[in-house]
Nanobody, 121 residues
Framework: QVQLQESGPGLVKPSQTLSLTCTVS??????????WTWIRQAPGRGLEWIGY???????YYTPSLKSRTSISMDMSKNQFTLQLSSVTSEDTAVYYC?????????????WGPGTQVTVSS
């Protein structure tokens, strides 16, 4: 059974970089082809697809966040990470990692439970 778990600081100062890690258990992030995806939901807003890193290492980010986003993976730890730079209060959200068969928001089959990140001074 594949499980995902987000981790990282829950509070980030404005202008700093938000860094989150998704730890995957029960399956390798490189063996089968998936899109290892980050999604977020800000208060009162819908789900927002951030981007992904594929099992082969290809990355793609939503254009609105592309300039501030970096997704990478650590194969030795079976983890992938999100870095979002120059954050503002509008980046406050629950952040989810997910394993997706498509390059879009997937059905909620293989998502982490989410982690709250608040941007505040």
């Amino acid at each position: 059974q594949v499980q995902l778990q987000e981790s990282g600081p829950g509070l980030v100062k404005p202008s700093q970089t938000l860094s989150l890690t998704c730890t995957v258990s029960g399956g390798s992030i490189t063996t089968n082809y998936y899109y290892w995806t980050w999604i977020r939901q800000a208060p009162g807003r819908g789900l927002e697809w951030i981007g992904y890193i594929s099992s082969s290492g290809y990355t793609y980010y939503t254009p609105s966040l592309k300039s501030r986003t970096s997704i990478s993976m650590d194969m030795s730890k079976n983890q992938f990470t999100l870095q979002l730079s120059s954050v503002t209060s509008e980046d406050t959200a629950v952040y989810y990692c997910a394993r997706s068969p498509i390059a879009a928001i997937p059905a909620r089959n293989y998502w982490g439970p989410g982690t709250q990140v608040t941007v505040s001074s």
